[in-house]
């Protein structure tokens, strides 16, 4: 309910600042000499008198006043000639000397009205006496001449109403045109950002067409542009049917095809039937133009009336009341070229910026509103999106202690693995050479189960390509014992390829099976002499363990060290093969030039996994 009485206040305080041009009059200077009685000559017509304000008749495109005024004591100040307001161009002067034209200094001319003078009292102008005050009025065919009563005073009297009136007349005007321009640079840019947005296409466009109005500037550098005004306000009639459309579209209606073709159709004609000479120009303004001009906003009225009030549409009533406003306007500049009233000012040109800041204004509110929903939208996607985050945090660190279990437990059994495999075995046979007394036995197992419990240590401590180096630390516990067995070693790993993915388990796999072919071939040969080396074609790498003992029976089956070899070779994704010679048995690792990471090794470090 605050917000309807707020907006209420608004449009009333709106309406009543808008209506200013309707019903307040500009301040006349006070303790002057006021000349309101002149005689009157039109063309051809002999002198009449009459008095000021005066309109012209509308065939008379000249016409001259003549005025008397006397000084009955020599002025102590200089003295101005204060004419508040004419139409069109003013050539005035004093005892028959012409002391100011304004047709060279008007700032605004063509079909914007409407102007202020003040020309200075000079030399025998201003002496004790009678004086004599010519104005010669030149109007154009659109509207007629008008003259308003002279005054004569000072400086301090007289300028500060005449500055009032260039600050309405003129550069109030020029304002109007350059806000016009600002906010058509400012739609344009924002359609083209948004060319699905027809409103501002449509906005932009009523902008550009409205400036034709202000063709009368160029009047001062091209004097033969006053013959063309007609013309330029013939062109901005397509203002009228654009204004038709916006109101359309903000009401939320498509506009009709033939619409909009009315929008190059109409002002084409006119301006084809002015080129052509069918209709003379003067006809065709007011049997034509003016019509339209003047109608046209009375049917955007009832456009944006029936969204109001029918469809309810919000936007309809922020055009509304500008909309009617402009009427009026149009209506008054209509009225005066029908010669209907008399008056010095076409009021539209000011209430046509009204309504182009009423459609911004709305357009302006459509994008607000678009931000503010796309705000809401990202807020909204943020929201999900933080609690998306939280549940995947959530998930993933029930994943993280799951996969540690997971590791702890793996990494448990593999030791359990290894450890049975090797040092179990061992601490059987010495459980049981001890029972039998065999010391000799007991120290030899013993040491086997220290050799294989510092391999399982020693593989813990393997990183990423540095198999070679593993192998030289199961070398150097390899050497001792065989030399003590009198074995001869030969190792050679210079021409063994790097291996990359190593990790502490495929180390362990790769020495668990080296040793073993070692063992087999001390247990099996008996062996005297074992050669161990490495090498490998590209995109290969092969470790063979040869022996010249006798050749190993159960090379073709599957016993039970076999069968762990193939399965640490298999783990690897190597092949393993075992064949018997005519003087021995080889044994052959054959592994790839990059060891794939097992599924305990992926859950250690997820980066193996996604490498």
């Known amino acids: 309910m605050s917000r309807r009485w707020l ?19 500009l301040p006349l200077p006070q303790h002057t000499l006021v000349i309101d009685q002149a005689r009157f000559t039109a063309d051809g017509d002999t002198s009449r008198p009459v008095v000021l304000p005066h309109v012209q008749g509308r065939r008379d495109a000249q016409g001259r006043y003549r005025m008397d005024f006397e000084l009955t004591q020599a002025p102590t100040q200089p003295l101005y000639l204060f004419i508040p307001t004419f139409n069109y161009r003013a050539i005035i002067a004093l005892d028959g000397d012409v002391v100011l034209d304004t047709g060279a200094d008007s700032l605004v001319p063509g079909i914007m009205l409407g102007a202020s003078t003040l020309a200075p009292l000079s030399g025998r102008h201003a002496t004790v006496g009678r004086h004599t005050v010519e104005v010669q009025l030149e109007a154009p065919a659109v509207a007629r001449g008008y003259l308003s009563p002279l005054y004569v005073g000072t400086a301090q009297q007289v300028a500060p109403y005449h500055r009032l009136r260039v600050l309405v007349f003129e550069h109030t005007r020029m304002m109007v045109l350059a806000c016009q321009l600002l906010l058509a640079i400012a739609t344009l840019m924002v359609w083209i950002y948004r060319p699905r947005e027809s409103l501002y296409g449509w906005l932009c466009l009523l902008l550009m067409v409205s400036t034709a109005s202000y063709a009368g500037l160029l009047a001062d550098i091209m004097p033969e542009i006053l013959g063309w005004l007609p013309h330029a306000f013939a062109f901005s009639m397509a203002s009228v049917f654009i204004l ?94 029908a010669g209907l009233l008399d008056g010095p000012f076409f009021l539209s040109l000011y209430y046509r910026q009204l309504l182009i800041v009423a459609v911004a204004v709305i357009l302006m509110r459509r994008l607000g509103l678009s931000l503010t929903r796309l705000d809401g939208a990202n807020a909204h996607l943020r929201q999900r999106l933080a609690v998306r985050e939280a549940e995947l945090r959530h998930l993933y660190e029930e994943e993280r202690i799951e996969a540690t279990h997971r590791v702890r437990s793996e990494e448990r059994h593999r030791l359990t693995v290894d450890l049975h495999d090797g040092l179990s075995g061992h601490l059987a046979s010495i459980i049981a050479l001890a029972e039998r007394d065999q010391s000799t036995g ?57 291996i990359s993915g190593v990790t502490p388990a495929h180390a362990l796999n790769v020495l668990r099976i080296v040793q073993e072919a070692v063992t087999n071939a001390l247990r099996h040969g008996p062996a005297s002499r074992i050669a161990v080396r490495g090498g490998g074609p590209p995109g290969e790498a092969f470790i063979a363990i040869e022996n010249d003992g006798a050749p190993y029976a159960g090379a073709g089956e599957r016993g039970m060290g076999v069968r762990n070899m193939s399965r640490r070779a298999a783990s690897l994704g190597a092949a393993l093969r075992i064949e018997a010679m005519a003087g021995g048995t080889r044994v052959t690792l054959t592994l790839p030039p990059a060891l794939e990471p097992d599924r305990m090794d992926e859950r250690m470090d997820p980066s193996l996994a996604q490498a």
């Open 7 to 25: 907006g209420a206040l608004l449009a009333l305080l709106t309406a009543l600042a808008a209506s200013t041009p309707l019903w307040l009059s």
């Open 244 to 337: 038709h459309v916006i109101a359309l579209e903000i009401n939320g209606t498509a506009p009709p095809r033939w619409l909009r073709a009315c929008v190059v159709a109409v002002p084409g004609a006119c301006l084809l039937a002015m080129a052509s000479g069918v209709v003379p120009a003067p006809a065709l303004m007011i049997g034509v133009v003016t019509p339209i001009m003047v109608i046209s906003p009375l049917i955007t009225v009832a456009i944006s009336a029936w969204g109001a009030l029918v469809k309810k549409t919000r936007e309809a009533w922020l055009l509304l009341l500008p909309l009617c406003f402009f009427s009026l306007a149009t209506l008054h500049d209509g009225a005066i070229i």
């Open 442 to 498: 007991i120290e030899h197992t013993a040491r086997e189960a220290l050799d294989d419990l510092r391999l399982v240590i020693h593989s813990l401590d393997i990183g990423d390509r540095e198999l070679i180096a593993a192998l030289s630390g199961l070398r150097e516990r390899l050497e001792p014992r065989l030399k003590r067995l009198g074995v001869e070693l030969e190792w050679s790993m210079a021409r063994l390829p790097e």
